[in-house]
Nanobody
Framework: VQLQASGGGLVQAGGSLRLSCAASGSVFSIRDMGWYRQAPGKQRELVAGITSSGSTNYADSVKGRFTISRDNAKNTVYLQMNSLKPEDTAVYYC??????????????WGQGTQVTVSS
């Protein structure tokens, strides 16, 4: 199983970006999906999560600005980021709890995508 993230880049403050992350390989089912981020010199933190039933949770710092969603048919999770701020600058990592065929659930991580917000 591999997770491939895309959509990062450089944007001005107030702008928007949409991150995508698709799981490929021997995927039987996926439970939780989410996005974390890590800024230089800081610990990795949860940005947003979404359960298999569609329930979502967000870090307080992004509530009202970011929206997480998922497309189960495509094994993909999205993060729509609006009203971006310089403090949103970080490497963003997607994560999924995946059950490959004939195996149990394990947590997988994407390779990270850089988001840079200029002031």
């Amino acid at each position: 199983v591999q997770l491939q993230a895309s959509g990062g880049g450089l944007v001005q403050a107030g702008g928007s970006l949409r991150l995508s992350c698709a799981a490929s390989g021997s995927v039987f089912s996926i439970r939780d999906m989410g996005w974390y981020r890590q800024a230089p010199g800081k610990q990795r933190e949860l940005v947003a999560g979404i359960t298999s039933s569609g329930s979502t949770n967000y870090a307080d710092s992004v509530k009202g600005r970011f929206t997480i969603s998922r497309d189960n048919a495509k094994n993909t999770v999205y993060l729509q980021m609006n009203s971006l701020k310089p403090e949103d600058t970080a490497v963003y990592y997607c994560t999924m709890e995946v059950r490959p065929f004939l195996l149990g659930y394990s947590r997988y991580w994407g390779q990270g995508t850089q988001v840079t917000v200029s002031s």
